[in-house]
């Protein structure tokens, strides 16, 4: 019985210690990166060989059969071909044109949020060239950005999370915008000074918030890509992102907002690629000015 | 069943890193919503022990959950909703063979925690909230710990008899 007291002192003491730790990573001090990089560096190999065997045809890509773009022997098993078609797939993507990206295979989604997984680990790391903020992509387009790596893996913030902003061109006429994970039926409507119907109704489950941030119109279908950051980090420029799928009602807002549809599926990922460089532009050459 | 590194604990320990493993590596195969895999670790060593050490094992799990890549959007969200669970879960406690209604009505309670706790983090933090989601992933859960409590509780009764023996 004498026990009791210390194991109830011990409890106390470690809530307080968790709690502490949620309140430095909430408030962002780095220290807690680091608690998760020993997490990553221990169990993200149990992670990588726990997930999906395969990865063949992406160790393959490291060498000459890359560039004659997978001449694969067609005696694979089912996945490797499968695997081998999706970085076919991502590789004659638009957005990897050019680019020098590393493939990699989702191994482990984290707990689900309200609109899906928020976070998931890929098995390439800082052994593979990746470092955090580094743009994540798949045939589709965008899919996050690296936020975490350990030595064999490293961990992507999805498009959706609450957490992830995207500033992103819309259109023709390439409005600049920003892009947000969907927040609830409580938005910021109260800031802009709008009330009662004209609210932003809360979005269906998966679909990114749009706002844009200069004047311009925008309409359904208009196409959303990144609008790129200095460096390419943590977006390289031009990825596509999705569409506009419905327009909000407009009422007192300086610039109108959207319901944007995006165009990775986060709940089906498999083979991805993190960019290392942006994809390769059309050059341009020079012209000469002709004076009448 | 003193000293830190009892075959007991130890077996708790590695039944809670299998479930957290097997929870995101299954996350990355099944679309849709997948029961709690470490919930009923939890509930079935709180279950036995009470509820301050149910409390240090859902503490402990919940690290294991927070750290296990890709990790919790908040690190420590995790420890402390299943520190919660095992306080719940041990308030249970009941000498002798557990009788399967209080089973269901502690799992179910147990399981009440993670779930209400993850619906009011998303409305304090004004993101969107999957209620369907969230029920269906409570069922699930209350399911699969009505199988699978019962089982551990008989494996830790037997393992405990051995070690006596």
Known sequence: MRRRPSRRRLLVALLAATLVVVVADVSGWSATDRVRALGATVLGPLERVAGRGGGAALAASDSRAARTRLGYDAAVDARTTEEARQLRALLDSPGATGARLVPARVVAVGSQGAAGPERVTIDVGSRDGVTADRTVVNADGLVGRVVATGPWTSDVLLVGSADLAVGVRVGSAGTLGSLTGATGATGDTGATGMTGASGVRPRPAGQLDLQLVQRGSVAVGDAVTTMGSTGGRPFVAGVPVGRVSSVDPGGGRFAPTAAVQPSVDVTRLDVVGVLLTAPRTTPRTAVEGTAR | ?165
């Open chain 2, 1 to 165: 069943m003193t000293g830190v590194l009892s075959p007991l604990r130890l077996l708790r320990a590695l039944a809670v890193v299998v479930a957290a493993l097997v929870a995101v590596v299954l996350g990355a195969r099944v679309p849709g919503p997948l029961p709690d895999l470490v919930l009923p670790v939890v509930v079935a060593g709180a279950l036995l022990s009470g509820p301050s050490r149910g409390a240090l094992l859902g503490l402990g799990a919940g690290w294991v959950v927070d750290l296990m890549p890709p990790g919790s959007p908040v690190l420590g969200s995790a420890a402390l909703l299943y520190a919660a669970v095992g306080l719940v879960a041990g308030a249970g406690r009941r000498e002798g063979e557990v009788a399967v209604g209080w089973l269901a009505l502690v799992v179910f309670a147990a399981s009440a925690v993670p779930a209400l706790g993850r619906v009011l983090l998303g409305l304090a933090g004004s993101e969107p909230v999957n209620l369907s989601a969230t029920a269906v992933q409570w069922v699930l859960t209350v399911g699969l710990s009505l199988v699978v409590v019962p089982l551990l509780i008989r494996a830790e009764h037997a393992l405990v008899r051995r070690h006596l023996a």
